[in-house]
């Protein structure tokens, strides 16, 4: 805060004293949290009504992404699919079992990637750790497992589709 | 002439400094737990676990009401003693 003596007309405006401004009442703080409780319940509110009432829409049909013979064992391959901007990654399994995941970390949307020869995807951003099987958590920050594709193959072609409901990740 | 208020709150100058740290300590708590609600609600509802959303949102709801009614508690500031009724002759010679 300026405190230029020389011209004090603009205090005529501004009648806040500087240790008004600086300093919380403790009734002031108590009123405050209420209001931050308030938005809390809010934010809470949104978030199951968004669940319940509007929810994220799944793939749709069925989704070129490449030839078997493009994406060799260990290797893999990322993809978009039409209308959407959300990356995936499909990962042939040294075993031979094709997998499709979303490439975000659900901890903090980094890119994931899939580690050779581990059978894990890695997150480099806080070493979260996936099952490159199952999608699911094997160690670090993410909360949830990693969203998943159906892979479908129809002769050399590799197609990804919705998961089904209910859907064993095994 | 002095209220039995004021008497107390003269006899016990920490009353009022130790009730509104109790009341901001429950406030905060309660704070506490909508946040962890909340992230909690989040984290299903992205895992498609949609149940837990609206217990959650009502939990977090009665929360904000229990704070926002635990408010009127608050001490008062100093307040200038209102005058109930207007004063007049009468009252001041009888």
Same mark, same amino acid.
């Given at each position: 805060?300026?405190?230029?003596?020389?011209?004090?007309?603009?205090?005529?405006?501004?009648?806040?004293?500087?240790?008004?401004?600086?300093?919380?009442?403790?009734?002031?703080?108590?009123?405050?949290?209420?209001?931050?409780?308030?938005?809390?319940?809010?934010?809470?509110?949104?978030?199951?009504?968004?669940?319940?009432?509007?929810?994220?829409?799944?793939?749709?049909?069925?989704?070129?992404?490449?030839?078997?013979?493009?994406?060799?064992?260990?290797?893999?391959?990322?993809?978009?699919?039409?209308?959407?901007?959300?990356?995936?990654?499909?990962?042939?399994l040294?075993?031979?079992?094709?997998?499709?995941?979303?490439?975000?970390?659900?901890?903090?949307s980094?890119?994931?990637?899939?580690?050779?020869?581990?059978?894990?995807?890695?997150?480099?951003?806080?070493?979260?750790?996936f099952?490159?099987?199952?999608?699911?958590?094997?160690?670090?920050?993410?909360p949830?497992?990693?969203?998943?594709?159906?892979?479908?193959?129809?002769?050399?072609?590799?197609?990804?589709?919705?998961?089904?409901?209910?859907?064993?990740?095994? | 002439?002095?209220?039995?208020?004021?008497?107390? %709150?003269? @006899?016990?100058p *920490?009353?009022?400094?130790?009730?509104?740290? &109790?009341? =901001?300590?429950? !406030?905060?708590?309660?704070?506490?737990?909508?946040?962890?609600?909340?992230?909690?609600?989040? %984290?299903? @509802?992205?895992? *498609?676990?949609?149940?837990?959303?609206?217990? &959650?949102? =009502?939990?977090? !709801?009665?929360?904000?009401?229990?704070?926002?009614?635990?408010?009127?508690?608050?001490?008062?500031?100093?307040?200038?003693?209102?005058?109930?009724k207007?004063?007049?002759?009468?009252? =001041?010679?009888h």
């Amino acid at each position: 805060m300026a405190t230029d003596t020389k011209d004090n007309h603009w205090k005529e405006d501004f009648p806040i004293q500087q240790l008004e401004s600086s300093q919380v009442t403790r009734r002031d703080f108590a009123k405050f949290l209420c209001l931050v409780s308030g938005g809390l319940a809010a934010g809470t509110g949104i978030v199951a009504l968004k669940a319940n009432y509007f929810p994220e829409e799944k793939v749709k049909g069925e989704h070129f992404v490449c030839k078997k013979n493009e994406i060799p064992l260990g290797g893999t391959r990322t993809f978009v699919i039409e209308g959407s901007t959300i990356p995936y990654v499909l990962i042939h399994l040294e075993d031979g079992q094709l997998r499709a995941y979303e490439q975000k970390c659900t901890h903090l949307s980094c890119a994931v990637f899939y580690k050779p020869k581990s059978g894990q995807i890695e997150c480099p951003c806080h070493n979260g750790l996936f099952d490159a099987l199952t999608g699911e958590v094997l160690a670090g920050p993410p909360p949830r497992p990693l969203p998943r594709l159906d892979v479908l193959m129809k002769g050399e072609d590799i197609f990804v589709s919705a998961l089904p409901e209910n859907h064993n990740r095994t | 002439m002095s209220t039995f208020r004021e008497g107390q %709150n003269q @006899a016990h100058p *920490n009353k009022t400094s130790t009730l509104i740290l &109790a009341l =901001i300590m429950v !406030l905060m708590a309660n704070v506490s737990i909508q946040i962890w609600l909340l992230y909690t609600t989040l %984290n299903n @509802a992205l895992a *498609n676990n949609k149940d837990i959303a609206f217990p &959650a949102f =009502i939990a977090s !709801l009665v929360l904000f009401l229990i704070g926002f009614f635990w408010l009127y508690y608050l001490p008062g500031g100093i307040k200038s003693r209102r005058i109930k009724k207007k004063v007049t002759l009468n009252d =001041i010679y009888h």
